[in-house]
């Protein structure tokens, strides 16, 4: 089981960003899935969340309205959309699978991790 994060790279503020997400080795249609971060000396922190069906999603207050979580279960990809980026959303951004099907900010209910992409913002 493998989940590849891409789409990262360097960016000025007030630029966008598109992540992706994509599975392989099972299909995660049935998973809520994650998006966390993990700046320079920090620990790792939720992002945004998509259940199952991706009719429900949920997000960190740092980027809400700036964000959007989305998900093609048909490829087994999820997506994470980045508006308006500020230099303190620079960090590894990793994707992950929830245990359950609905969203989660809590980190010990993702059971696959994926490797991370690199996100950084120039002010």
């Known amino acids: 089981v493998q989940l590849q994060a891409s789409g990262g790279g360097l960016v000025r503020t007030g630029d966008s960003l598109r992540l992706s997400c994509a599975a392989s080795?099972?299909?995660?249609?049935?998973?809520?899935m994650g998006w966390f971060r993990q700046a320079p000396g920090k620990e790792r922190q939720f992002v945004a969340s998509?259940?199952?069906?991706?009719?429900?999603?949920y997000y960190a207050d740092s980027v809400k309205g700036r964000f959007t979580i989305s998900r093609d279960n048909a490829k087994n990809t999820v997506y994470l959309q980045m508006n308006s980026l500020k230099p303190e959303d620079t960090a590894v951004y990793s994707c992950?699978?929830?245990?359950?099907?609905?969203?989660?900010?809590?980190?010990?209910?993702?059971?696959?991790w994926g490797q991370g992409t690199l996100v950084t913002v120039s002010s």
């Open positions: 998509i259940s199952w069906s991706g009719g429900d999603t």
């Open positions: 992950a699978a929830s245990r359950g099907a609905y969203t989660s900010a809590r980190q010990f209910n993702y059971i696959y």
């Open positions: 080795g099972r299909t995660f249609s049935n998973n809520g």
